[in-house]
């Protein structure tokens, strides 16, 4: 079982930047690829970036991409979101997610993720 929680969320206007965070509970945090996703209200959850175990490779959604960073530091157990030159549309609550599975086609799918944090509420004003 791995405990995901968030943090960093809040209110932005746009153009500006949130570093979001999340920390994980096991020590085994390096075996797991790590992602963001987001969801806006009465929206689907969509994919926004994802890390592999080492942090050797990045992936992200069109939407974002340019715009975000995603890092971790697994000494620390930590994986943190940049986002910058935010716009109103990237208003949601962004979940981070743990996913076992390694290979790489299906990154994207949310289902393929095996733990999940409990959200935070980015809302970005225009």
């Known amino acids: 079982q791995v405990q995901l929680v968030e943090s960093g969320g809040g209110l932005v206007q746009a153009g500006g930047s949130l570093r979001l965070s999340c920390a994980a509970s096991?020590?085994?945090?390096?075996?797991?690829?790590m992602g963001w996703f987001r969801q806006a209200p009465g929206k689907e959850r969509e994919f926004v970036a994802v890390?592999?175990?080492?942090?050797?490779?990045?992936y992200y959604a069109d939407s974002v991409k340019g715009r975000f960073t995603i890092s971790r530091d697994n000494a620390k157990n930590t994986v943190v979101l940049h986002m910058g030159s935010l716009k109103p549309e990237d208003t949601a609550v962004y979940y981070c997610?743990?996913?076992?599975?390694?290979?790489?086609?299906?990154?994207?799918?949310?289902?393929?993720?095996?733990?999940w944090g409990q959200g935070t509420q980015v809302t970005v004003s225009s």
């Open positions: 096991r020590r085994t945090f390096s075996s797991y690829f």
């Open positions: 997610a743990a996913r076992a599975r390694v290979d790489t086609a299906t990154l994207d799918r949310g289902s393929t993720y095996d733990y």
């Open positions: 890390i592999t175990r080492s942090g050797g490779w990045t």
